[in-house]
Every structure is written in C-alpha cells, then in structure tokens.
C-alpha cells in the first residue's frame, strides 16, 4: 500500500523570516558546541509566539479568552477543504476577501477551511497589503460548523485594522485560527489537516509544524 502524500506547510523558522512589524525576530543563538569542546551541541531560540506558521486563538484579542493550550486538540487534527481565493475577481475593495467568494464553493457542513489568497507569495519578504478575511465570511463558516480558518496571510483581519472584527467573529464563534500557511501549488481539495499548537502555558498562539495530508 503507498503512502499517502504529504505536503508540508510551515515556514522555516529562520533569522530572514519576516515578522509582523515592531515584532520579536527570530534568533537562534549556540550555547553548547561539540566543536568547542562540549559533549552535546544546544541552542537558544528567540521569538515571538507569532513568528512563521502558528496558531492562534481568542486570547489574542480578548483577555478573557482561554490561553491556545487550554483549546481542544481535535481542532487542530481532520478533514479540512482547502480553497484558492487570490483571483482578482475575489477580494472587494478593501482588499478584504467576502464571504460570496467562498461559500458556494463549500459543503453545507465543514469543519476546517484554508484559504490561498496570496498571489505569487515571497516568503522572505513582508506581503504589503496580503488580503484579509470578511468577518462576514468567519460568522457564515461558523453557522456550517467550522471551528478552525487558515489563511496563507498574516492575519485574518487587515494589516492596519485596530477593530478586528475577523479576530473577534472568530471569538464569538469559538473558532481557531492558523495564519502564515503555506499553501503554495496545493490544488484545492479535501484533505487531512494536522496542524497542532505547543502545549506553551498562558499564551495566545504558537508556532505549529502544519501539514496536509491527502485522504485515505
């Protein structure tokens, strides 16, 4: 029996990576060498919780919100629908991708959605203006059962917004967000998602290993 393909989907955690502005960078600094003498090679990371691929949840905008560790697994792990929404005829002109360019090309129930909406990403620079979500869209995809929205963009909600609407639609839903996924020549389809978040205590995202997986 073949193995089922796999693409992977997290950015590389590297000191090009290119964070939100005014955040922590990532560093990755030697404490121990076996070169210098030492019998095991260590590291050091520094990082933001929202550096590359991550997930993300309600306490991001909510101090009432559970902490990303206290959400339930199961969000993380399943059948997902992935859908490209980078054409010119699907973003208004806010740039923000509405709720008619995805749902009538989705089940009537769906769990998981990942939406491409980057054209021709360069992930070593900073995407100036990538699109964001309708909050619209996050209340209409949570009346289908959606509990997590992935996006290849930065953020749900636009790179100047201070509202967050997309942020809280997602609150009020219950709903987890990965964003920063690669979803680059991935055609659409149904898929295995299996994106999970590092048990970190009291934060509001971390960064995840994201892959698909196709179905059985």
Known sequence: MSERRIWDLSQTLQP????????VRFTCAV??????GSTV?????ELSTQSGTHAECSRHVRDDAPEL???????FIGECELRDVSGPDQVDGEGVVPAAAVLDRLPARVERVLLRTLVRPDWGRWPTGFRALD????DALAARGCRLIATDAPSVDPEHCKLLR????CHRAGMAILEGVVLDGIPEGRYELIALPLPIAGVEATPVRAILRELA
């Open 16 to 23: 090009e990576l290119p964070v939100w502005p005014g955040d």
């Open 69 to 75: 560790a206290a959400l339930p697994l199961a969000a």
């Open 41 to 45: 090679n260590l590291h050091r990371l």
């Open 31 to 36: 404490t121990a060498s076996v070169a210098a």
């Open 135 to 138: 909050p619209a869209l996050i």
């Open 166 to 169: 997309s942020h809280q639609a």
